[in-house]
């Protein structure tokens, strides 16, 4: 998931008209702007992009998820659902909420596996976050279904799918909002920073007027200083700089994808090679954003066989199992319930009674799967020489 591989003269472009006018931020000063918005232009961009109404852009894509879960109402005495197989973020911003992260199994999508979902759902569910792990698609049809008969809103974070979809439809438009990051390492970067989009104005609303301290962004004689506010807010917002790199970045995304998606069937071809593989299942093929390429294996110990022989050649994969910041049972701050407050909030109550344990062995399905799944980032820039390399590092690993 590699825009920076890709930062150039576009985006330096971009920048140089931000610092001519010497405006950062995203609001006001309309007269020394000289007609320039950035990170509105690259709102409506990306929302264009996308094929919804709305985008709200914001520091982060963690931000993205608070701001997203504010504005569903979520807080404390909820709970929301997501999947054992994510980056921390997801759950530390429902936990920043207030709300308690429960956690379902992934199944061969590598994704959230709908009939652990429909298990999970309990009285105090209030939101679902299937995450399209490392650039492809959850079963979001399968999960947006069982949400829309229990009648919980589906928050897709789908920080490392830019630019996936399924059946041609952008992933992060299925649920009632999507959120993306555009950190440094994600498929679209601005350095830091996250989007959220949807078709529903009121929820819009409500993010475009939290993330900014509660400005209700009504014209009105006083300026912005003369704006009302409707509820209490946080600041969140983008900065011009940022927008103005969104811009060129966003203008690359179906490039990079298609070039992932060349990139990475030539490493489909040679993995097919080794005994006993399979390939992690894919919702829409097409749809694939490629930014990963994931393979499993009989079991572990063939895993760490393959992954050794894959070492040797300077082409070792990655196995999340061993993962701690993707990984449920790795996640030992979470598992321990450590935080910096006196009270032990948000694992304990204000009283210091604890309000949710987490049991290290929950989720056997995902382990299963994990510990046997070897993943290899697809860059943008692997020339001829080094996916030839890779490739034959795929071969002799299909001999060990
Ligand atoms: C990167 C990431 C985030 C958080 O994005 P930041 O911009 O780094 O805050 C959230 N969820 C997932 C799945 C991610 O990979």
């Known amino acids: 998931m590699p825009g920076f591989e890709l930062f150039g003269e576009e985006e330096k472009k971009e920048i140089q008209d931000v610092l001519h006018t010497g405006v950062l931020f995203r609001y006001e ?21 996308c094929g919804v109404a709305k985008a709200q852009a914001v520091t982060s894509g963690t931000a993205a998820l608070k701001v997203a879960l504010t504005a569903l109402g979520i807080g404390p005495g909820d709970e929301v659902i997501t999947q054992g197989f994510t980056f921390v973020a997801t759950w ?3 936990l920043e909420t207030g709300a308690i992260p429960v956690f379902t199994e992934i199944d061969a999508t590598l994704n959230m596996d709908p009939a652990d979902l429909r298990r999970k759902i309990g009285p105090k569910t209030r939101c679902i976050i299937p995450v399209h792990m490392l650039g492809a698609p959850a079963r979001i049809g399968e999960i947006v279904a069982i949400a829309d008969e229990m009648g919980i809103p589906v928050l897709e974070d789908t920080a490392q799918a830019a630019g996936g979809r399924v059946g041609g439809r952008h992933l992060g438009t299925f649920g009632r909002c999507g959120t993306f990051s555009f950190d440094a390492v994600k498929t679209v970067t601005t350095g830091e920073g996250g989007m959220v989009i949807t078709d529903d104005l009121e929820l819009w609303r409500a993010m475009a007027e939290y993330q900014d301290h509660g400005h209700d962004h009504q014209a009105n004689p006083g300026g912005r200083g003369g704006e009302g506010r409707r509820f209490i807010g946080f600041n969140y917002r983008m900065m011009e700089l940022q927008g103005a790199i969104g811009l060129a970045q966003l203008a690359k995304l179906d490039g990079m994808v298609a ?16 005994p006993g593989v399979s390939f992690r299942h894919l919702v829409d093929e097409a749809g694939d954003s490629a930014t990963f390429f994931a393979f499993l294996l009989s079991d ?3 895993c760490r066989r393959v992954n050794d022989s894959l070492r040797r050649d300077g082409c070792g994969a990655t196995c999340f199992a061993e993962n701690s910041w993707h990984y449920y049972p790795r996640w030992e701050h979470l598992l321990a319930g450590k935080s910096l407050t006196s009270s032990g909030y948000p694992f304990n ?16 399905q995902s382990a299963s799967i994990l510990e046997r799944t070897l993943v290899l980032q697809v860059m943008l820039k692997m020339d001829v020489a080094r996916l030839d390399t ?7 690993a299909a001999k060990v």
Do not use: M, N, S
């Open 300 to 302: 572990a110990e063939q």
């Open 259 to 274: 070039t992932q998606q060349r990139h990475k069937k030539l490493l489909k071809e040679a993995a097919a090679a080794i």
């Open 29 to 49: 000063f309309a007269d020394q702007r000289q007609g320039i918005w950035k990170v509105k232009e690259f709102e409506e961009k990306f929302a264009a992009y």
């Open 349 to 364: 109550e204000p009283g210091g009674r604890r309000r949710v344990v987490y049991d290290p062995k929950l989720l056997p």
């Open 390 to 396: 890779i490739c034959q590092a795929l071969a002799r």
């Open 92 to 94: 530390e911003a429902i």
